[in-house]
């Protein structure tokens, strides 16, 4: 049974400051997934609370944050500097607080691609893999593949989760992407936005299953 979501506050810097932290941790968690959110919303967001609880029933642990930008309540996104420390301290606390978990991190389209360009270029030992909720490959409208040139300096093994009409990452486009890595794996999931909406249907608890499946695999 899942226990009570608890607050946290992580360093980050001098100059930055900290954020607000969410864990969430089932007594029967084996591995923990450090969860960052999307650019428009933080880390409260239907989404990601809705995800974290599906995780936590399947005993798969989460840690949510707020980016600094979203702490102070700002619109705009941090740059890239200051929103991959954020990831790295992250994942820092996260590994010296609850050790004994076996250690994933990603988010939600951009929180997922902060994680990805702070491991491909410095990945830390305790790392396990990365999982993206929607890798935002492009802009919509502006089909391309130079936001995903990082993923090939990552050494650890990476799990797509990505909408069939997902518009900031066109689904043919993110195959050749994953093709290329040999070290990731692409679920799809036909009809879903990049929100993960599919008309009138919940896939929320199949996209924690999955990734939920795919984490505990690690685990040796």
């Avoid at 309540?73 to 994942?91: L, W």
């Avoid at 076996?102 to 929180?111: C, D, E, I, T, V």
């Avoid at 360009?117 to 089909?143: D, N």
Wanted: charged share 20%; proline share 5%; with cysteine.
């Amino acid at each position: 049974m899942a226990q009570t979501v608890k607050p946290l506050t992580i360093e980050i810097s001098e100059r930055t400051g900290s954020v607000s932290a969410l864990a969430l941790v089932p007594n029967n968690a084996s591995v923990m997934l450090v969860l960052a959110h999307g650019a428009g919303a933080g880390m409260t967001h239907a989404f990601m609370e809705t995800i974290a609880m599906e995780l936590s029933n399947l005993g798969v642990a989460t840690l949510r944050y707020n980016f600094p930008y979203m702490e102070k309540g700002s619109k705009r996104p941090d740059p890239p500097a200051v929103a991959e420390k954020t990831v790295a301290m992250v994942m820092e606390f996260a590994h010296k607080k609850y050790p004994k978990l076996l250690l994933f991190a990603g988010g939600k389209s951009f929180g997922g691609r902060m994680t990805s360009q702070r491991v491909s270029k410095e990945c830390p030992a305790f790392l396990s893999g990365l999982v993206f909720f929607g890798f935002p490959l492009h802009a919509i409208g502006q089909p391309g593949m130079e936001r995903a040139a990082h993923l090939s300096d990552v050494q650890i093994p990476m799990l797509f989760l990505q909408g069939t009409k997902d518009k900031l990452a066109e689904i043919e486009l993110i195959k050749k992407v994953t093709k290329k890595l040999k070290i990731a794996t692409l679920e799809s999931f036909e009809g879903a936005d990049h929100s993960f909406k599919v008309s009138k249907q919940n896939i929320l608890p199949e996209l924690a299953n999955t990734a939920a499946d795919w984490m505990k695999e690690k685990v040796s």
